[in-house]
């Protein structure tokens, strides 16, 4: 019978690194178990990644945690977000067998005057998102934004997925 709890997959996965004489060290990889471990029941896999976790690997944790909680983080993905959500639209048409040419340049044309709107009102566009979404909230991670942000992370990435939807 195949075990499915956290600690039968923390088993199953030591029996086999053992058998392939590899070293749990030289691994890395993330994994869930089902939702039990979403709701503070820590065990199995989970439990064994966090009792043997060395002091450098916690170290380099708290602080990617702390960087992913600052505004500056916050807003760059927001930005990734917007910009891929519109191109995966193109990308999935482009795969599309039966597209015509027309559809395809519309839908390229649309999200050029998005990422056009966007590169001029998204920094703006996405503040206003975290406020509405912080309301409900206790503490909001907007620091402001100032204009290095916007020069050298901004624009330049806008106009790149603007060029390239040109091309």
Not at 6 to 26: N, P
Not at 44 to 66: C, N, P, R, Y
Not at 143 to 159: A, I, K, N, Q, S
Request: proline share 1%.
């Amino acid at each position: 019978m195949l075990k499915t709890t956290g600690k039968g997959l923390t088993e199953v996965l030591l029996d086999h690194l053992q058998k392939h004489s590899l070293s749990l060290s030289d691994c890395r990889g993330q994994s869930y178990d089902n939702g039990s471990n979403m709701m503070g029941h820590k065990q199995g896999v989970q439990m064994f990644a966090i009792e043997k976790g060395d002091s450098e690997t916690m170290s380099t944790a708290k602080s990617l945690h702390g960087e992913m909680k600052t505004w500056s983080f916050l807003l760059c993905t927001m930005t990734w977000y917007n910009v891929l959500y519109q191109i995966n639209h193109v990308t999935k048409l482009l795969q599309s067998p039966n597209i015509s040419m027309e559809t395809l340049r519309s839908a390229i044309e649309g999200v050029k005057d998005y990422l056009e709107d966007f590169r001029e009102n998204g920094i703006a566009s996405c503040q206003t998102d975290h406020v509405k979404h912080v309301k409900k909230k206790r503490q909001s991670l907007y620091e402001g934004t100032d204009e290095t942000f916007r020069r050298d992370f901004f624009l330049p990435m806008v106009d790149t997925a603007l060029r390239s939807l040109s091309d």
